[in-house]
Nanobody, 127 residues
Framework: QVQLVESGGGLVQAGGSLRVSCAVSGRIFSNYAMGWFRQAPGKEREFVAAINWSGGDTSYADSVKGRFTISRDNAKNTVYLQMNGLKPEDTAVYYC????????????????????WGQGTQVTVSS
């Protein structure tokens, strides 16, 4: 059974930083791309960032480009999202997700391309 467990969310002031983590078990982690999505109250879940199976390619939403960094440690079966320069509009529940397809050539950004999801971790940015 594939499990994704996020951690590291919390409350931070605008301009601050947080790192959220996602530990994966139940599959060969290094074969699959990983993504981060977020959902604010009353809004649809949206793409934040993704990293390919090897860690050699990444993709970011325009709203976080230059502020957020996605990375992975295949030895620890963990993917990270480092968030710097946080803004109140970054407030949301952050979800990690694991790709449906092994060794995908293009970093996936669509929700439908992900097969497994974590339970989410709350990130709140105060102004």
């Amino acid at each position: 059974q594939v499990q994704l467990v996020e951690s590291g969310g919390g409350l931070v002031q605008a301009g601050g930083s947080l790192r959220v983590s996602c530990a994966v078990s139940g599959r060969i982690f290094s074969n699959y791309a990983m993504g981060w999505f977020r959902q604010a109250p009353g809004k649809e879940r949206e793409f934040v960032a993704a990293i390919n199976w090897s860690g050699g390619d990444t993709s970011y939403a325009d709203s976080v480009k230059g502020r957020f960094t996605i990375s992975r440690d295949n030895a620890k079966n963990t993917v990270y999202l480092q968030m710097n320069g946080l803004k109140p509009e970054d407030t949301a529940v952050y979800y990690c997700a694991a790709d449906l397809v092994r060794w995908r050539a293009v970093v996936p950004a669509a929700i439908t391309e992900y097969a497994y999801w974590g339970q989410g971790t709350q990130v709140t940015v105060s102004s």
